[in-house]
């Protein structure tokens, strides 16, 4: 084995859970895609694409091994769904579940989840959705692996609130309602529309003060896309004011030397309290 495969190999052995490594790093070799292990992503765990007759995969890089592979063979099977059909099919169609499934079989036989997770990859594997985001009982199960530093960062999930908590969700301040079949729905107070959100959203809950002015009611650093603009907070040892959200990131200005920076959306910062 030469240096670069030992190289890759062991990035490979950062991710992966260590029964699927090789068979990963098979299938990367074999249907010779571009992989990038990005930063976490708020609107997606990893992408497939194909421009210029070449393949190339994404999978954020701050999920937890499982995770991690259940995105992996996700975007891999609709890099195989391309290769047979073409942009002839539906995205998430049956032939893309046909693909996925195979592979989720595949990489259970082989051992690469753990016990606890089979039961619930098989069900999945079943009747997959466009996103393993939208199977609850999957995502609540691979949260189960993520490392203290995962747990401990992350906010609450909106099934944890009481009805009638206040939240912020991505800038705006919600009320939660009441929970549905599969939904918990919550109004949007400066316009007073219905919105419906997957239980494992997390959000921030607050409190309104005597002032009409809410307090955000976490002390950990939040992910900047959810804190709203006009707020100060500090980042980098430095202080910011946040003046608005862009898709990916948010435009923020240095409150030292006055200067407009765009800081990605998914970085976590300090809330400074005014």
Same mark, same amino acid.
């Given at each position: 084995?030469?240096?670069?495969? =030992?190289?890759?190999?062991?990035?490979?052995?950062?991710?992966?859970?260590?029964?699927?490594?090789?068979?990963?790093?098979?299938?990367?070799?074999?249907?010779?895609?571009?992989?990038?292990?990005?930063?976490?992503?708020?609107?997606?765990?990893?992408?497939?694409?194909?421009? $210029?007759?070449?393949?190339?995969?994404?999978?954020?890089?701050? #999920?937890?091994?499982?995770?991690?592979?259940?995105?992996?063979?996700?975007? +891999?099977? @609709?890099?195989?769904?391309?290769?047979?059909?073409?942009?002839? +099919?539906?995205?998430?169609?049956?032939?893309?579940? $046909?693909? !996925?499934?195979?592979?989720?079989?595949?990489?259970?036989?082989?051992?690469?989840?753990?016990? #606890?997770?089979?039961?619930?990859?098989?069900?999945?594997?079943?009747?997959?959705?466009?996103?393993?985001?939208?199977?609850?009982?999957?995502?609540?199960?691979?949260? @189960?692996?993520?490392?203290?530093?995962? @747990?401990?960062?992350?906010?609450?999930? +909106?099934?944890? &609130?009481?009805?009638? =908590?206040?939240?912020?969700?991505?800038?705006? !301040?919600? *009320? &939660?309602?009441?929970? #549905?079949?599969?939904?918990?729905?919550?109004?949007?107070?400066?316009?007073?529309? !219905?919105?419906?959100?997957?239980?494992?959203?997390?959000?921030?809950?607050?409190?309104?003060?005597?002032?009409?002015?809410?307090?955000?009611?976490?002390?950990?650093?939040?992910?900047? +896309?959810?804190?709203?603009?006009?707020?100060?907070?500090?980042?980098?040892?430095?202080?910011?004011?946040?003046?608005? #959200?862009?898709?990916?990131?948010?435009?923020? *200005?240095?409150?030292?030397?006055?200067?407009?920076?765009?800081?990605? $959306? $998914?970085?976590?910062?300090?809330?400074?309290?005014?």
């Amino acid at each position: 084995m030469d240096a670069k495969t =030992q190289k890759e190999l062991k990035l490979f052995a950062e991710y992966f859970p260590q029964q699927a490594l090789e068979p990963c790093f098979k299938l990367w070799k074999t249907l010779n895609f571009d992989f990038k292990i990005t930063a976490g992503r708020r609107t997606k765990l990893g992408d497939y694409t194909h421009r $210029s007759g070449k393949h190339k995969i994404t999978v954020n890089g701050d #999920q937890n091994p499982y995770a991690f592979l259940v995105t992996y063979l996700h975007e +891999v099977a @609709h890099l195989q769904t391309f290769e047979q059909f073409k942009n002839k +099919v539906n995205p998430h169609g049956q032939e893309w579940k $046909s693909a !996925y499934t195979r592979l989720l079989h595949e990489f259970l036989a082989m051992g690469a989840f753990d016990k #606890q997770l089979e039961a619930i990859i098989i069900a999945h594997a079943n009747n997959p959705g466009a996103s393993s985001c939208t199977d609850p009982a999957l995502q609540k199960a691979l949260k @189960h692996f993520n490392t203290h530093q995962q @747990h401990e960062t992350r906010l609450p999930h +909106v099934e944890e &609130l009481e009805i009638g =908590q206040l939240f912020l969700f991505q800038g705006r !301040y919600f *009320q &939660l309602l009441e929970k #549905q079949r599969s939904r918990f729905k919550a109004k949007l107070l400066e316009a007073g529309k !219905y919105y419906l959100f997957n239980h494992l959203a997390e959000v921030a809950p607050v409190a309104q003060l005597p002032g009409g002015d809410m307090e955000i009611l976490v002390n950990s650093p939040i992910p900047l +896309v959810h804190i709203p603009a006009k707020t100060r907070f500090r980042y980098q040892n430095r202080l910011f004011v946040k003046h608005k #959200q862009q898709r990916v990131n948010a435009v923020c *200005q240095d409150m030292n030397d006055k200067v407009l920076y765009e800081i990605r $959306s $998914s970085e976590r910062v300090e809330i400074v309290s005014t």
